[in-house]
């Protein structure tokens, strides 16, 4: 039986990058969670860069 794949995924983002690159090689499953993993951190950094941009953005307009 696996862990349902919000509750797996949970677990793998606490991991450091160093853990997580290791749990590639456990299975395909799990490299596939692993990635997908990565990814949504990725995205996240993304996103929290674009809402500072915007927030230091709306703050700069309102002091002009």
Known sequence: ????IYLAKSILSLLDKKSLKQCKHVSTYWKKLAIEVEDEEAM???LYDD???LQVNGIARCED
Do not use: G, I, K, T
Request: hydrophobic letters at 50%.
């Open 44 to 46: 996240n950094n993304m």
């Open 1 to 4: 039986r696996q862990l349902p």
């Open 51 to 53: 809402m500072m941009l």
